[in-house]
Antibody, heavy 122, light 113 residues
Framework: QLQLQESGPGLVKPSETLSLSCTVSGGSISSSSSYWVWIRQPPGKGLEWIGTIHSGGSTSYNPSLTSRVTVSVDTSKNQFSLKLNSVTAADTAVYYC??????????????WGQGTLVPVSS | DIVMTQSPDSLAVSLGERASINCKSSHSILYSSNNRNYLGWYQQKPGQPPKLLIYWASTRESGVPDRFSGSGSGTDFTLTISSLQAEDVAIYYC?????????FGPGTKVDIK
């Protein structure tokens, strides 16, 4: 059974770069033509799509974040990663990784990780 | 961007009674070429990630109890819980995947009366 797990530093300072990884277990990130996604949720608020990467490396980002975000894939580690630079307190959120259903671009998300809370504070 | 709205913000229903949540999109999310509505419903319990319940507006995900059903087309959709159980207390979100940026509704909190 496919499982995803986020990891990264527990605290980021304002103006610095938030870096997270999502490790995929129970399957190869590159063995199928899959789409992998990052979503975030500020405490007590709703869900925001950050961006998606195809196992082949192509990416799509939320226009509200595109100037600050990079998503990449590392097939040797069976991971994909998120970098968000120049963070502010508004970037404080639980960050989730997940997968697009049925290896489709226009699809909902399943196999969500448990999420990791990243506070932005000095 | 397609804006998703939900109503009500919250509702409290007696155990065994019906709960209905509405979701509206600012643009039709029905693809005429395949007659599919690109709409999903998620359930999120405290401290947990969202769980996909329904996709294509009315298709239940494997393992989801049949008391959950989805309906609607175009811009107006409904999630119905036919007989509310204690374990259904959660926040429910709709999401459009018709085009990027993929967007979610603000959520509806369901509680026991």
């Amino acid at each position: 059974q496919l499982q995803l797990q986020e990891s990264g530093p527990g605290l980021v300072k304002p103006s610095e770069t938030l870096s997270l990884s999502c490790t995929v277990s129970g399957g190869s990130i590159s063995s199928s033509s899959s789409y992998w996604v990052w979503i975030r949720q500020p405490p007590g608020k709703g869900l925001e799509w950050i961006g998606t990467i195809h196992s082949g490396g192509s990416t799509s980002y939320n226009p509200s974040l595109t100037s600050r975000v990079t998503v990449s894939v590392d097939t040797s580690k069976n991971q994909f990663s998120l970098k968000l630079n120049s963070v502010t307190a508004a970037d404080t959120a639980v960050y989730y990784c997940a997968r697009h259903v049925d290896q489709q671009w226009l699809a909902p998300f399943d196999n969500w990780g448990q999420g990791t809370l990243v506070p932005v504070s000095s | 961007d397609i804006v998703m709205t939900q109503s009500p913000d919250s509702l409290a229903v007696s155990l065994g009674e019906r709960a209905s949540i509405n979701c509206k999109s600012s643009h039709s999310i029905l693809y005429s070429s395949n007659n599919r509505n690109y709409l999903g419903w998620y359930q999120q319990k405290p401290g947990q990630p969202p769980k996909l319940l329904i996709y294509w507006a009315s298709t239940r995900e494997s393992g989801v109890p049949d008391r959950f059903s989805g309906s609607g087309s175009g811009t107006d959709f409904t999630l119905t819980i036919s007989s509310l159980q204690a374990e259904d207390v959660a926040i429910y979100y709709c999401q459009q995947y018709y085009n990027a940026p993929f967007t979610f509704g603000p959520g509806t909190k369901v509680d026991i009366k």
